[in-house]
């Protein structure tokens, strides 16, 4: 069985992984984390997974990022969302919930 | 968002060239390039320099060129297209574009169509069955991988998530990599993100020191009250 921590810097590798940098660490500290609060990522409620989630979108061409931005609102039905990238084709970034 | 920006992009010129003279040519505009936005931009019109990483030519058919730029972040690809018909004489036009990344998100990595939001939102809606809708939106943590990381003691995250700067005693582990003055990522042992700040210390400082800030937060994402507060107020007399 994994602690609660190890799939924390689990997580964070893949993080390293995905952008291509050196996950290389140094240890301050051994200090664990106590699972009773906050959650690894990946195993957030899902409520709260989308709150704190991002969607890579393959924008079609026509509507506008804001467009886009207000359908992906209404259908996942949050008041908070944003979005990186305009003018640009395709690829828009969608930032859910808190942002 | 800073850093680069990756396009495949279809390019029509107006006139007939030579393939040597085409290639010669975009190779020319590949470095530092004076770019003045175009009239219907977002941005102000004024001259400025951007930087072009790469051009590769990836098919030549007639008059129609298909390439894949790397560019910096704020550079116009429309715009680098006209420039390069006006050097070749012929003029020449952008027909299609599409962004293949954004720093070190990619397409290919976790792209999803809209048909997929819907349909991944109702099956969890109408099913109670998330398993898709977890694959079609990511954690977020995912827009900072590129930063280096410093991962904080579960007792500075609420001080962190309420606005303070990080000092040396609330961190447990960070990466080799965290440069004086740059953007670092503020991560919980979890991995989940809390804040992104500008690091005052280096690794090497922070590796060395026992006490001082190591990072002026500029961005708090983690909702305050998540973690224990385990900060103390300063009491009014």
Redesign the interface.
């Known amino acids: 069985m994994f602690s609660v921590k190890e799939y924390g810097l689990d997580f964070i590798k893949k993080l390293d992984m995905v952008a291509n940098i050196p996950s290389e660490y140094i240890i301050k500290s051994d200090d664990d984390t106590d699972s009773r609060y906050g959650y690894i990522p990946t195993k957030r409620p899902i409520d709260v997974y989308i709150r704190y989630g991002l969607i890579v979108l393959d924008k079609p061409p026509g509507p506008t990022s804001h467009e886009v931005v207000a359908w992906i609102k209404r259908m996942l039905n949050i008041t908070k969302a944003g979005h990186g990238g305009t003018l640009e084709p395709r690829l828009l970034l969608v930032w859910v919930g808190r942002s | 968002?800073h850093s680069f920006?990756e396009?495949v992009g279809l390019m029509e010129l107006h006139g007939d060239v030579d393939r040597e003279r085409i290639l010669e040519t975009i190779k020319m505009f590949i470095g530092k390039i004076y770019q003045r936005p175009p009239l219907r931009?977002?941005v102000k019109r004024a001259l400025r320099v951007k930087e072009v990483y790469s051009i590769d030519v990836l098919e030549i058919n007639g008059r129609d060129i298909l390439f894949k730029v790397r560019c910096e972040s704020g550079t116009y690809v429309r715009k680098l297209c006209h420039d390069i018909g006006l050097l070749l004489g012929i003029e020449a036009h952008m027909r299609e574009?599409?962004?293949?990344?954004?720093?070190?998100?990619r397409?290919d990595?976790?792209?999803?169509?809209?048909h997929e939001?819907?349909e991944a939102?109702y099956l969890?809606q109408r099913y109670g069955d998330?398993s898709i809708?977890?694959n079609?939106?990511?954690?977020?943590?995912?827009?900072?991988?590129?930063l280096?990381?410093i991962?904080i003691?579960?007792?500075a995250?609420d001080a962190i998530a309420h606005g303070a700067q990080l000092a040396?005693p609330g961190?447990?582990?960070?990466?080799?990599?965290i440069t004086k003055g740059y953007r670092t990522a503020l991560?919980?042992?979890?991995?989940?993100?809390v804040a992104i700040g500008k690091a005052v210390m280096d690794?090497e400082e922070?590796?060395r020191c026992e006490k001082g800030i190591a990072v002026e937060i500029e961005r708090v994402?983690m909702?305050p009250n998540?973690?224990?507060r385990m900060w103390r107020r300063n009491q009014p007399q």
């Open positions: 968002m920006k396009y931009s977002s574009l599409r962004r293949i990344a954004v720093a070190h998100i397409e990595l976790f792209t999803s169509t809209l939001v819907s939102l969890w998330d809708l977890r079609v939106i990511v954690p977020g943590e995912f827009i900072v991988a590129h280096p990381k991962l003691k579960d007792g995250v040396v961190i447990a582990i960070f990466s080799k990599g991560m919980t042992l979890k991995g989940e993100l690794s922070i590796s994402v909702e998540i973690y224990p």
